[in-house]
């Protein structure tokens, strides 16, 4: 081929085929999740309800239950995304988080993702008013979705 001819050949992008996870699957998994975990918590720590008369052990502004109860929900996430990319609730809904550039999720990702940005969610309530941000975005993607370089697709 000449370079003239090289020149006007149309170049097509590729055509994204990936169905994105939206809002409301993404919530209902959610809830799923919330669901599980909190059974675990009322498992583990039932047994709490028989020490110390059954009075809350505190441990300055928080008590030992609300502690485990939290550690729970943070590692639930945490570790559920790192080994499976998913955690149950995705699991029934068949969704999976992955990474934009679609490498296997990193360690420093998904600590990001699940600990600091669902932190700063409950610690700021009003911004899980963000979340919203899901349902408006081309790739459905979350504000921490976007800041950590992730997205949810249907499996």
Same mark, same amino acid.
């Given at each position: 081929?000449?370079? *003239?001819?090289? *020149?006007?050949? &149309? ?24 669901? #599980? ?17 059954? =009075?809350?052990?505190? &441990?300055? %502004?928080?008590?030992?239950? !609300? &502690? ?7 590692? %639930? ?5 790192? %080994?499976? !990319? ?5 699991? &029934? ?6 990474? =934009? ?8 990702? #998904? ?19 963000? %979340? ?9 993607? !979350? $504000?921490?979705?976007? $800041? ?8």
């Amino acid at each position: 081929m000449s370079e *003239e001819q090289l *020149e006007y050949d &149309i170049v097509t992008p590729p055509i994204d085929t990936t169905k994105y996870a939206g809002f409301w699957m993404r919530f209902w998994a959610y809830l799923a999740d919330l669901v #599980i975990v909190f059974s675990i918590n009322g498992i583990l720590l039932s047994p709490f309800k028989f020490i110390n008369e059954g =009075k809350p052990i505190a &441990i300055s %502004y928080w008590t030992l239950t !609300g &502690i485990i109860g939290v550690l729970v929900l943070y590692f %639930y996430f945490l570790l559920m995304t790192k %080994y499976y !990319g998913q955690t149950l609730g995705k699991m &029934i809904f068949g969704l999976k988080v992955v990474r =934009k550039d679609l490498q296997p999720l990193q360690w420093s990702d #998904i600590i990001f993702r699940e600990v600091v940005c669902r932190f700063f969610y409950r610690v700021f309530f009003i911004a899980q008013l963000l %979340y919203i941000v899901v349902a408006f975005d081309n790739k459905k993607q !979350g $504000i921490h979705d976007m $800041i950590s370089d992730t997205t949810v697709i249907h499996q």
